[in-house]
């Protein structure tokens, strides 16, 4: 009895080792092409492009996207409070994603039988736009938006992000004229 006992447990943990070795090469090889996240620091939006003449004075614009970088600390801070409290209030607290939204979210859609409410986060947005196929909506999306978010938490500050996602978000900006 002793001796299969022994057995059985050597038996799951090489079964747990071997398991564990799978995944994580499955996951190397998968997220292996995935773009570095370190990219979003430098992260430049395409803006606008001004033409001046010799006394300085702007004589052109062109653009394909109707777009100026305003830093964060330009915002009034009313406008800053609205988008946190409408997409993701409990953004200070979390650490990119926010498992009380999620679980809310979930159980919200389950009982209403269809998508009614997202539980992504202002991270998870952030993410989405930049490393994730928002044309699709599947589980391997969310997956790897779920792990971006992690990740951008990592790397940037919650300053940083919010100032990712306010300028990127439906031309916020545009409409303040800042």
């Known amino acids: 009895m002793k001796k299969f ?3 059985c447990i050597a038996l799951t943990l090489l079964l747990v080792v071997l398991a564990l070795g799978t995944v994580g090469t499955l996951w190397y090889i998968w997220s292996a092409n995935l773009p570095y996240i370190g990219a979003l620091r430098d992260y430049n939006p395409p803006t606008i492009t001004e033409v001046y003449s010799d006394n300085e004075e702007v004589i052109g614009r062109f653009w394909d996207e109707k777009r100026i970088v305003v ?5 009034p801070d009313h406008l800053i409070q609205a988008f946190i409290a409408a997409e993701d209030d ?3 607290e979390h650490e990119g994603v ?3 939204s999620v679980t809310r979210a979930f159980v ?3 009982v209403a039988g269809r998508i009614e409410q997202g539980g992504s986060t202002i991270t998870q947005q952030v993410a989405g736009r930049h490393y994730a196929d928002r044309t699709q909506k599947t589980i391997k999306r969310k997956i790897i938006e779920l792990w971006w978010a992690l990740q951008l938490e990592k790397t940037l500050s919650k300053y940083e992000i919010l100032e990712l996602y306010l300028n990127e978000s439906y031309s916020v900006l545009y409409s303040f004229n800042l």
């Open 71 to 75: 830093p964060l600390d330009a915002l």
């Open 90 to 92: 409990r953004f200070y």
């Open 5 to 7: 006992l022994k057995f």
């Open 108 to 110: 919200k859609n389950m």
């Open 98 to 100: 926010d498992l009380v």
